[in-house]
């Protein structure tokens, strides 16, 4: 969520039940959006346990078979995922359904599909302003916004059920679970881990020998397949407070570890493109983004306008509705930004962030550039499309993307003596992110656990999205469901209803033909004795 928060409270492990509100005290938006977080969990929590992870009411979702896989049809509907509400408003295709990115689901060939292949649905919230959602701005304040939406967002997508590229899926996570285990210090956290990579590797051998569509071992297996990240690899930082580096000046003595910042900020870490660790000496490509105002400053972007230069780059020229409120939440030179609309949110794209080189105040013109051999993304001029400049805030040390190479073990400073280290053993993916609260308060503080006293604990990254299995096909061409289905309580009571009723009337039906039989028997019986 990346909206103008001051922190984000909610934690399930807390196990509150209400926010509390006093009588004269100060309102903070972190309170109410934690009474939302906890109603949330509730409900979604119970759905969860009373009905199971994965289900439908009647026929939500069902899948029609057509021909081609981009024409098979999908339901309308709801489909619960971890207790999470989908909606389908209509019947749709594959290929055009509502959430897709442009045509199709990001990284799913529905044109081409493999021989065998299920079906998934990849679900997440989504954090919408007033930028991306103009209905919930009040034109009565003129352009002053107010709070912000949280969307659910579902996409049906495609996994393909060849072998090898399910293996390799499961080979990073491997991989990830090796670095866990070189690193640790605990004999119990040993223990764990190595049953995790036996674990893994049960199902591994399962997908080497065969156990999918055809065999009853399918559904099991898939859910394995797709959760196998956050089950064995979930991505894990610390954060904490760095003293000032000590001056050349054996005199000069270093300030304590705190936070230096003039303002409280929330600083967010997110996971631009996301794959395995790198190493110092050699950067897998996996980076990340940061921001000091939790990557809430954005600016609407009127147009672009790309101009190749002689010596292979380019620059972009972006007209801008604003340039900003103030100069804090306003651009500067060499800024770096992200090109955003729909369409790339929605396809969980990664492009690289371009760098401001001019700014022309007047007009609310923004010259980006870019750099040779690098593609940058082709944002819409489309209104409708929602198109935005979003500020990050990294500086030196920014690879070709214009990000931070992730580096497992190895602790880096964002700025204002605030420190990060993310920990060995992690697979990341577009979009992970840690939230980080700094405090000018207390002589400068990070409200985070173990910090700073302690030693800071390292937290799971959040964004994480649910997956459930629809259904898979085998090569044999038979198309096997995976989701429960359920009907209302009142259609249930009804059916009963109607059942009892059934046997009720078949009851009487036997009866009354017993009867009819016992006369006629006793009339035979009488005919027989006159005669």
Not at 21 to 28: A, F, H, K, N, W
Not at 134 to 145: H, M, S
Not at 200 to 208: D, K
Not at 395 to 420: F, K, N, R, S, Y
Request: proline content about 6%; some cysteine; glycine content about 8%.
């Amino acid at each position: 969520m990346k909206g103008d928060f001051a922190r984000v409270t909610f934690d399930p492990a807390r196990h509150y039940s209400q926010v509390m509100q006093q009588q004269g005290r100060v309102t903070l938006e972190a309170d109410w959006n934690e009474q939302a977080g906890i109603q949330l969990f509730l409900l979604r929590t119970m759905i969860a346990d009373l009905v199971g992870p994965c289900w439908a009411p009647g026929t939500g979702f069902a899948i029609t078979m057509q021909p081609h896989a981009a024409d098979w049809q999908l339901a309308p509907g709801h489909f619960y995922v971890d207790g999470i509400l989908c909606q389908n408003e209509a019947t749709c295709a594959l290929g055009s359904q509502p959430y897709a990115a442009g045509s199709s689901s990001p990284g799913d060939d529905w044109i081409k599909p493999p021989t065998s292949f299920a079906l998934w649905l990849d679900v997440w919230e989504r954090h919408l302003s007033a930028i991306e959602a103009p209905d919930i701005a009040d034109i009565a304040l003129d352009g002053v916004d107010t709070a912000s939406r949280a969307q659910t967002v579902w996409q049906v997508r495609l996994l393909d059920l060849d072998p090898e590229p399910l293996a390799a899926m499961l080979a990073p996570v491997t991989a990830a679970l090796n670095l866990r285990l070189q690193a640790t210090t605990s004999s119990t956290d040993e223990a764990t881990i190595k049953q995790q990579m036996d674990d893994l590797a049960q199902l591994q051998r399962n997908l080497a020998t065969g156990k999918l569509p055809g065999n009853g071992d399918v559904c099991p297996t898939l859910r394995q397949v797709l959760g196998a990240r956050a089950t064995y690899a979930w991505p894990h930082l610390s954060a904490q407070l760095g003293p000032v580096v000590s001056d050349s000046d054996p005199c000069v003595i270093a300030a304590d570890a705190r936070y230096r910042g003039c303002e409280n900020q929330l600083y967010r870490v997110e996971i631009h493109q996301g794959g395995a660790a790198g190493t110092l000496d050699a950067p897998s490509g996996t980076n990340f983004k940061w921001s000091r105002e939790n990557g809430a400053v954005i600016f609407p972007i009127v147009k672009t306008d790309i101009t190749a230069q002689s010596d292979g780059s380019a620059q972009v020229a972006v007209s801008l509705a604003s340039l900003g409120r103030d100069g804090r939440l306003g651009l500067a030179v060499n800024d770096w930004v992200e090109l955003i609309d729909d369409d790339y949110t929605l396809a969980q794209a990664a492009s690289p962030l371009l760098q401001v080189m001019a700014i022309d105040i007047a007009s609310r013109m923004v010259t980006l550039a870019v750099p040779k051999n690098i593609t940058p993304y082709a944002v819409s001029n489309n209104s409708t499309k929602h198109p935005l400049l979003r500020r990050w805030d990294q500086g030196d040390g920014a690879d070709a993307q214009g990000c931070m190479p992730v580096v497992e073990g190895d602790t880096l400073e964002l700025e204002d003596g605030v420190q990060i280290t993310f920990q060995p053993g992690g697979l990341y993916a577009n979009g992970d992110y840690w939230l980080i609260p700094a405090r000018v308060a207390g002589n400068g503080t990070l409200d985070w656990p173990g910090a700073p006293d302690g030693n800071p604990v390292a937290l799971p990254s959040s964004g994480m999205h649910h997956q459930a299995v629809l259904g898979a096909l085998g090569v044999q061409g038979a198309y096997t469901e995976c989701c429960c289905r359920f009907d209302s309580l009142c259609a249930l009571l009804k059916d009963s209803a109607n059942k009892a009723t059934s046997k009720k009337v078949d009851a009487q039906a036997v009866a009354t033909k017993t009867q009819l039989a016992a006369k006629k028997a006793g009339a035979s019986k009488t005919k027989k004795a006159g005669g």
